[in-house]
């Protein structure tokens, strides 16, 4: 049989502990390394809390990581506080004040955080690569090429490197490996007495749309499609 | 002027390696007699220490005749009649240093500059015979250029270097040993001429050995059960045996480590300038490797168009061999920083450090490889701005954005014990501060206008007030409220 025609040998992928068990298990293992993992959702649906849960578990195992920043909007002591270890998390911060000028539009921003992180799948080296798009308009994500995610989904299969796109809304399409959806899933309302400190017993929900490393379509116990998993804010943590 | 070549049966040999040792006796007196003539006929001393506490550290031949000695208090010394006192002055000394250094240049590009005693310079004299003449007219010239240059100077030459040492030392005027009769020549030389420590000379003296050859003549292993291993080293010393590698003073190397060029007419342009910087780096290069160093900062000086200057500094975080690594960071920290007229002139300086070397684990965590990262964050650099790239830093402080950017550099994989805490929420900053429009509704907000998207209040908790000063406690001049949009 022509060596073309023989079929290969699929191999499981390595993953990376998202922190959370119960997200590891609806996603069996973590997150995969060596391909595009997609976090979609509405703002405040604790996208960047699980990114950053995800980062600090990589950098914890002597891993380094990048995160670009396309809104200049992430918190370091926020980081801080999901332990991520700091100094293995090279952190790429876009140009915010230019927009002040009036002459910078959202997408140069987005142009230089998608070269920046071209730059970085292209090194090689960094274990996990979060490009935050949370703040960019629906309107202006769906207008990078899919050429661009095909480009990166090649180079971070050689460079072995997680990509995490956080968006709005899904738009790598085919070329993410895993996409996943974030919703809000339980809020405690606030007390206007102020004994519910805020953000106190936070829950988010985390739905899995698609996995290409899932295991055999006919494997009698299936994982659950969608998750629960509580947050808590560093004033609760301290009641 | 006393000259003499001491009566042996070998002569010189031809093709020996000889050192010449010139030394100024009583060096620190001669530098404060020549710096004040009027003293030569007078008795002085020279003291050293925060008074009243001075202690005498050396007097000229006069002041010693009167009974003074090196080591008495200044108190002392000013008891006796007719004795001038002086504090020692070490920049006179470190510039007569200088004087000793250029003239001993002008006889040998071999030298070693002897610490003790203070004023000796041993010279490689090995093929100086066909500009000096023999050893004997060498030295004499050297003496006699010494002498002009307003110092009394002792020179011997001698095949072992301690024993040219010791012989400029000890014996006034020019002296000359033929190899192998280093003993001979050492024989009557008081001992003082070896430097031996307080407690060994006042057991020589106990013993009666008062003279080089004396102390040769003793058995050397029954001299080292006696005083131990620093026994040894006296009696080689005293036969004119002691082995000794020169170590020649040497122009420093990191100042040889730089590269200029004139251009021919002004450059605008980078990219022909990068040709010019490559083979520069080049040249660098091979003169640190010569030493297994690599290179640890480049330094570009581009004289402009109009007299300024435009310096960058490119600082590897680890010491790099690597000449297209080198090259790239350079292209791009000028490309980043570009000079803003013609460059006229430029320079390369260059600082050499031991080569990085690291043993990778096969089993270690993924790391970016140190090469690649200077190239990948200059370009990162480059493409966002100096200060946007890097790892973060968090201050000991409560303000808000109290962090600071640091320079990315993972330390080495190693694995980390997992928190047992809980996900922590994530909060997002907004950089600038941005505008938010509220609506009040009975001084309640109600809807709140972000960006261009009305938001309505779902869930509102406060007002929370706040002080803006905290010195006064009635004044709480801020409400700050909790909504849910």
């Known amino acids: 049989m022509p060596a073309a025609l023989t079929l290969k040998i699929k191999q499981p992928p390595e993953?990376?502990?998202?922190?959370?068990?119960?997200?590891?298990?609806?996603?069996?293992?973590?997150?995969?390394?060596?391909?595009?993992?997609?976090?979609?959702?509405?703002l405040s649906t604790g996208k960047t809390t699980f990114a950053l849960s995800t980062i600090a578990a990589i950098t914890q195992s002597g891993a380094a990581c990048a995160w670009v920043d396309v809104n200049d909007a992430l918190s370091p002591e926020s980081a801080a506080a999901a332990n991520i270890v700091l100094k293995r998390l090279l952190w790429l911060r876009m140009s915010a004040e230019r927009r002040q000028r009036g002459t910078d539009k959202p997408w140069s921003r987005l142009e230089q955080a998608l070269r920046a992180t071209d730059l970085l799948l292209q090194a090689g080296g960094f274990a996990a690569i979060v490009l935050d798009m949370s703040d960019v308009l629906p309107q202006h994500a769906m207008r990078i090429p899919l050429s661009t995610w095909y480009r990166y989904r090649l180079a971070a299969e050689q460079a072995r490197t997680a990509l995490l796109l956080l968006t709005q809304t899904p738009c790598a399409n085919s070329c993410a490996a895993l996409a996943l959806r974030c919703e809000p899933a339980d809020v405690r309302l606030f007390s206007r007495d102020g004994e519910t400190a805020l953000f106190e017993g936070q829950r988010y929900a985390l739905v899995r749309e698609r996995n290409r490393n899932e295991g055999s379509p006919f494997q009698q116990k299936?994982?659950?499609?969608?998750?629960?998993?509580?947050a808590e804010t560093l004033w609760s943590r301290a009641r | 002027m006393y000259a003499s070549r001491v009566a042996c049966g070998n002569t010189v040999v031809e093709g020996t390696v000889m050192y010449a040792v010139i030394h100024i006796p009583n060096f620190a007196a001669q530098v404060a007699a020549k710096q004040r003539p009027e003293l030569r006929k007078s008795a002085f001393v020279l003291v050293e220490g925060e008074p009243p506490a001075e202690v005498v550290i050396t007097a000229n031949k006069a002041a010693r005749s009167?009974?003074?000695?090196?080591?008495?208090?200044?108190l002392q010394a000013a008891t006796i009649p007719g004795v001038i006192i002086m504090r020692r002055a070490p920049e006179d000394e470190a510039s007569a240093l200088k004087v000793l250094h250029t003239i001993a240049c002008m006889f040998s590009p071999r030298m070693e500059y002897v610490e003790h005693p203070p004023g000796t310079y041993a010279l490689d004299i090995d093929g100086m015979g066909r500009l000096f003449g023999d050893e004997t007219q060498l030295a004499?010239?050297?003496?006699?250029?010494?002498?002009?240059?307003?110092?009394?100077?002792?020179?011997?030459?001698?095949?072992?270097?301690?024993?040219?040492?010791?012989?400029?030392?000890?014996?006034?005027?020019?002296?000359?040993?033929?190899?192998?009769?280093?003993?001979?020549?050492l024989r009557d030389l008081p001992l003082h001429v070896l430097?031996?420590?307080?407690?060994?000379?006042?057991?020589?003296?106990?013993?009666?050995?008062?003279?080089?050859?004396?102390?040769?003549?003793?058995?050397?292993?029954?001299?080292?059960?006696?005083?131990g291993q620093a026994g040894k080293r006296l009696h080689l010393l005293a036969r004119g045996a002691w082995p000794h590698l020169m170590f020649p003073l040497e122009p420093s190397f990191e100042e040889s480590l730089r590269e200029r060029?004139?251009?021919?007419?002004?450059v605008e342009m980078l990219e022909p300038l990068l040709f010019l910087l490559a083979r520069m780096t080049d040249t660098l290069l091979e003169r640190v490797r010569a030493r297994a160093l690599a290179i640890a900062i480049l330094r570009v000086v581009l004289h402009l168009d109009g007299g300024k200057q435009h310096e960058q500094l490119v600082r590897p975080a680890l010491p790099l061999g690597d000449k297209a690594t080198l090259l790239k960071l350079l292209?791009?920290?000028?490309?980043?920083?570009?000079?803003?007229?013609?460059?006229?002139?430029?320079?390369?300086?260059?600082?050499?450090?031991?080569?990085?070397?690291?043993?990778?684990?096969?089993?270690?965590?993924?790391?970016?490889?140190?090469?690649?990262?200077?190239?990948?964050?200059?370009?990162?650099r480059k493409l966002l701005g100096e200060e946007r790239v890097g790892s973060v830093e968090l201050k000991d402080d409560h303000r808000p954005n109290a962090f600071r950017m640091v320079a990315f550099a993972p330390p080495p994989p190693k694995k980390s014990e997992p928190s047992s805490l809980s996900v922590a929420t994530a909060l997002r900053v907004c950089r600038?501060?941005?505008?938010?429009?509220?609506?009040?509704?009975?001084?309640?907000?109600?809807?709140?206008?972000?960006?261009?998207?009305?938001?309505t209040v779902r869930e509102i908790a406060g007002p929370w007030h706040v002080s803006g000063q905290w010195w006064s406690e009635a004044n709480w001049c801020r409400e700050e409220w909790d909504v849910r949009l």
Not at chain 2, 209 to 226: K, M, N, P
């Open chain 2, 195 to 227: 430097n031996p420590s307080a407690e060994h000379t006042e057991m020589f003296c106990s013993w009666g050995v008062r003279t080089c050859g004396q102390l040769a003549t003793l058995s050397e292993t029954d001299l080292i059960s006696r005083i």
């Open chain 2, 140 to 185: 004499e010239e050297l003496r006699q250029r010494m002498t002009e240059a307003g110092f009394l100077a002792n020179a011997a030459v001698a095949q072992n270097f301690d024993a040219a040492v010791c012989l400029a030392q000890g014996k006034t005027g020019v002296s000359v040993v033929p190899p192998g009769c280093e003993a001979e020549a």
């Open chain 1, 222 to 230: 299936k994982p659950c499609t969608r998750a629960e998993w509580p």
């Open chain 2, 432 to 455: 600038p501060p941005q505008t938010v429009g509220v609506t009040l509704v009975g001084n309640v907000p109600v809807r709140v206008l972000w960006e261009g998207q009305r938001y």
């Open chain 2, 261 to 266: 060029m004139e251009l021919d007419f002004p």
């Open chain 2, 331 to 380: 292209q791009l920290d000028l490309e980043t920083h570009p000079p803003n007229a013609a460059i006229l002139r430029l320079e390369l300086h260059a600082h050499s450090a031991a080569p990085y070397r690291i043993q990778h684990g096969l089993f270690l965590p993924q790391a970016p490889e140190p090469g690649r990262l200077e190239v990948l964050l200059a370009r990162l």
């Open chain 2, 66 to 74: 009167s009974g003074v000695e090196a080591g008495m208090t200044g």
């Open chain 1, 15 to 42: 993953l990376f502990s998202t922190g959370v068990d119960d997200m590891d298990m609806m996603l069996g293992g973590g997150i995969p390394r060596g391909s595009i993992s997609e976090i979609a959702g509405a």
